[in-house]
């Protein structure tokens, strides 16, 4: 069992009977409780606009909790006591009078942990009001994504809550920076030498991001359609993954060192000329095909969808970094919804030796290849060549990994969800897992120009079929340079 490592606190969860809150907070501090990493004394304060009796929805969120929790680790004793560190608040988030019950539950001495699982639009309001209250001074605010759609609105969301809570107690919440193997690309870079002093433009030929979902929109017609896949995934996931890869040794491993490193290549980000748009950009949007053996229609013929849409599902780019370290080396950055299978990787493609003394006809093999994956089956894997076993083989080269498996690895240790280490962190007072306000605008100055880029040209996303990897065009934009897309099927 794990000894306590946090200051008792109280976890006000505002927005705390949505989708988010039930099928991964609530789960994630269960699991916390389960471990012992919460003290005895932190309380959990379910915040939202539904009225009703406290019973009845503390009783709804017992329900979903042993629903995403699941049979295999749940345990009723923990179920026991993590219920009993909750309480229900009917809160109008926009009224400062209905807040008082939060301070007056919350005292005076504990840590308050503000977690905002609403929209941003009233992160700003929720600051005022929590201030208001004498809620201010020892809170730590977290928020989640999206923060805002562009570089002016994210600013008019973080301005609002900057008026409140100064950057040192804002934490702005991306899950793929709390999985384990994210948080193993510092340690793998950093601490192995057999990477880093080849972690460059000599030795590396380019990278490939890819995150892919097999589910379309599940319901979320009215948020995705406004936002698009350039805005709910390339701006905030894969542009973080680009800067863990790309970004230089921090001075430590202090919150703003790594930070500090990580707007440098946000920064360095080539921006893409209107004329890029047609060879770097590929934007798409699923049409009716087929997941999993089943028919499944197109985004236009989702529930309640506009049929006159032009938002994008999928979006392939070329990203380029102007610095020494990567000067030549294109990103590659792929994510769209209704793939062929959900996956989540990173794949780091080694130049070839410069002098080559095997069969010619088996040159197209060498390329040693770093493979970091996120989901499924967390794991690492380098690709090395080495010789065919067999007296009739001669020098007969074959390509094979030299693997590590999270879950195989480690049987008997269960891996975190993101969600878990985040809140972990949060409680902890510890930042870097977490995205400073440069960074975001950073991150929105270089989507924004394509955005812009795409308004301008008014070309329509291209079709591609639900089931495929996204439009042939983006097969194109990569064979382009003489390459493909890693293990596309």
Not at 49 to 58: A, D, F, K, T, Y
Not at 161 to 170: D, H
Not at 389 to 404: A, E, F, V
Request: hydrophobic letters at 40%; one cysteine or more.
């Amino acid at each position: 069992m794990h000894s306590i490592t946090v200051e008792p606190c109280t976890f006000a969860l505002f927005g705390a009977l949505g989708d988010l809150a039930l099928r991964k907070l609530f789960p994630a501090l269960y699991q916390l409780d389960g471990a012992q990493l919460l003290h005895e004394d932190t309380r959990i304060i379910a915040l939202a606009r539904e009225p009703g009796s406290e019973q009845q929805h503390l009783a709804f969120i017992a329900t979903e909790l042993r629903r995403y929790v699941g049979d295999k680790d749940l345990d009723e004793a923990v179920v026991e006591r993590f219920l009993a560190r909750l309480t229900y608040l009917h809160v109008d988030f926009l009224k400062a009078d209905d807040y008082l019950a939060l301070a007056e539950l919350a005292g005076s001495s504990q840590q308050v942990i503000a977690y905002f699982a609403t929209p941003a639009a009233v992160y700003g309001a929720i600051c005022e009001n929590l201030a208001k209250v004498g809620l201010s001074e020892n809170t730590r605010v977290v928020l989640e994504k999206p923060i805002g759609s562009d570089l002016e609105s994210s600013r008019k969301v973080n301005d609002a809550v900057a008026q409140f809570f100064p950057e040192n107690r804002t934490y702005r919440i991306d899950h793929y920076l709390g999985k384990e193997t994210v948080q193993n690309l510092i340690a793998l870079r950093f601490a192995n030498s057999l990477f880093e002093t080849q972690w460059n433009q000599n030795y590396i030929s380019h990278v490939e991001i890819t995150v892919a979902e097999k589910v379309g929109i599940e319901g979320r017609w009215g948020y995705f359609d406004k936002a698009g896949q350039l805005r709910d995934m390339i701006q905030n996931h894969l542009l973080q993954l680009l800067c863990l890869i790309a970004m230089d040794p921090p001075a430590d491993l202090s919150a703003d060192s790594i930070r500090d490193e990580k707007v440098k290549v946000l920064k360095a980000l080539a921006p893409i000329s209107p004329e890029g748009l047609t060879t770097q950009v590929v934007r798409g949007q699923y049409i009716a095909g087929h997941s999993e053996g089943k028919a499944v229609p197109g985004y236009l013929e989702e529930p309640n969808s506009n049929t006159q849409s032009d938002t994008e599902t999928f979006v392939a780019l070329r990203a380029d970094i102007r610095n020494w370290r990567w000067a030549g080396v294109p990103f590659y950055l792929r994510t769209g919804k209704r793939m062929p299978q959900k996956l989540s990787q990173i794949v780091i493609h080694f130049k070839e030796p410069s002098h080559y003394i095997f069969a010619p006809e088996q040159r197209l093999q060498i390329s040693n290849k770093l493979i970091i994956r996120l989901q499924p089956d967390e794991g690492i894997s380098l690709r090395v060549m080495t010789k065919e076993q067999g007296l009739d083989k001669g020098m007969q080269l074959r390509s094979g990994p030299l693997q590590l498996n999270f879950s195989d690895t480690w049987r008997s240790a269960r891996i975190p969800d993101a969600y878990e280490r985040l809140l972990l962190e949060v409680m902890n007072g510890n930042q870097n897992l977490f995205v400073r306000k440069d960074e975001i605008e950073a991150a929105w100055t270089w989507c924004d120009q394509l955005i812009a880029g795409w308004k301008k040209s008014g070309d329509a996303p291209k079709p591609y079929a639900a089931g495929s990897w996204g439009p042939m065009s983006s097969i194109a934009l990569i064979t382009r340079d003489g390459r493909s897309w890693y293990g596309d099927i």
